[in-house]
């Protein structure tokens, strides 16, 4: 089955810096990949999501890039704000697994102001 | 106006109780599923429905028995409840299979 590996697993960033979450991921038929961000209590939201017939998409202050020969992609939030912190979660599926989300282990992104 | 909602957002029980938790949606998407989360926020996809049809069955005790009796109704029964099964559990819905999942506020369920 798919297996999505996250880094780092906990990121701190000072205010209007940036910051990029990577991804990897093992089955070479993935095709989409979403990002989800999880605030304390709170449900995973969608933020982005990116599919394999796109390299780069990009929605305001975050963008998520694809690599599909090396199997990575990445996240990159600009000009974080302190309502950026959450935990954030990459995730990928293909058709063979049913569309199954296989998810990473999550990165805990703290915005220092 | 939820879109996603499961009730009870609390389930406080002693082990070995049997308990369900309830999932609806008002978004009209065909495909519906189960998330567990544990205690280091590791998400795992346990069952998903699609127009009623289980389509994916992850390797969960058959403690777990989901029913969906429309595609707008998912819910979650669990009999002998153990110690391990203390987690959050998350229903959500996609319009079809691969695309964008809504997920609902989740169920914390905590064993004595």
């Known amino acids: 089955g798919e297996n999505v590996e996250q880094h780092p697993s906990t990121l701190s960033v000072q205010e209007g810096d940036s910051a990029v979450i990577k991804c990897t991921y093992s089955d070479s038929a993935s095709n989409y990949f979403p990002w989800y961000k999880q605030e304390l209590g709170k449900r995973p939201q969608l933020i982005i999501d990116i599919r394999s017939n796109v390299g780069e998409k990009k929605d305001q202050r975050i963008a998520v890039t694809l690599n599909k020969t090396a199997k990575h992609f990445s996240l990159h939030i600009t000009e974080t704000q302190p309502e950026d912190s959450a935990v954030y979660f990459c995730a990928a599926s293909h058709q063979a697994g049913d569309y199954k989300l296989s998810f990473g282990a999550g990165t805990t992104v703290t915005v220092r102001a | 106006d939820t879109a996603v909602s499961q009730t009870p957002k609390y389930l406080v029980t002693q082990m070995g109780n049997d308990k369900s938790i309830k999932c609806e949606q008002n978004?009209?998407?065909?495909?519906m599923y189960w998330y567990k989360q544990d205690s280091k926020k590791f998400l795992k996809i346990m069952f998903s429905?699609?127009?009623?049809?289980?389509?994916i069955n992850e390797t969960v005790p058959n403690r777990f028995s989901p029913k969906s009796p429309d595609k707008a109704h998912l819910n979650l029964h669990i009999n002998s409840l153990e110690l391990g099964d203390s987690a959050v559990y998350f229903c959500?819905?996609?319009?079809?299979?691969?695309?964008?999942?809504?997920f609902g506020d989740g169920t914390r369920l905590s064993i004595l």
């Open positions: 959500a819905s996609s319009r079809q299979r691969n695309q964008p999942q809504h």
């Open positions: 978004l009209g998407h065909d495909t």
């Open positions: 429905y699609n127009n009623k049809e289980l389509i």
